[in-house]
């Protein structure tokens, strides 16, 4: 097991102490949302790293791929899904959210399928990077930063839709191929 694989496990690791400090006391507990927030950016920050390490040193890894991006999305799928319990999202929003997730997923494992690898588009890491400080920002649930809050997490949404389309209007030719 190397550094990025032991990153990308210590990011799953993390997951379940973040929603504990994020709905503890029902997320009133102001200082049980800093440890939440401070969780969520260490964990967030394993994901940059790992990558970089992985590619810079030539450590990718058949395990790495496959639950790098699971994490992300065990990782942001958990905040989201907190912040509706808190009253802080709609679900509608964060069914959007999550469904593009699982389509980009399903899409890719098509491809792989046929020996095609997606790469993550630079609207896909606009919205990955929009997501995560909108979820930091509702974690902290801070009134002067309310009206950033809102605005990111619309960004955040609209990025979701555009990536989507993004992906699937690159690579409708996978879905096409094999009768599928």
């Not at 896909?124 to 902290?140: D, E, N, P, R, S």
């Amino acid at each position: 097991m190397n550094l990025p694989n032991k990153l990308t496990v210590l990011r799953v690791i993390m997951i379940p102490f973040f929603v504990i400090a994020l709905l503890f006391e029902g997320g009133q507990n102001q200082t049980y949302r800093y440890i939440a927030a401070a969780l969520f950016i260490v964990a967030s920050l394993t994901d940059l790293l790992d990558g970089k390490i992985a590619r810079k040193y030539n450590l990718v890894t058949n395990f790495g791929k496959f639950m790098d991006p699971l994490a992300d999305k065990l990782l942001v799928c958990s905040a989201l899904i907190c912040l509706i319990e808190l009253g802080q999202l709609p679900a509608w929003m964060v069914i959007i959210i999550i469904s593009r997730e699982f389509i980009i997923s399903g899409f890719r494992l098509v491809a792989a399928d046929r020996g095609v690898v997606i790469a993550a588009s630079y609207w896909g890491k606009f919205k990955t990077t929009f997501q995560m400080i909108a979820v930091i920002l509702l974690i902290l649930n801070i009134k002067a930063l309310a009206p950033a809050a809102v605005i990111t997490t619309w960004i955040a949404l609209a990025l979701t839709v555009i990536s989507l389309v993004d992906y699937i209007a690159k690579n409708v030719s996978i879905l096409s191929e094999g009768g599928f």
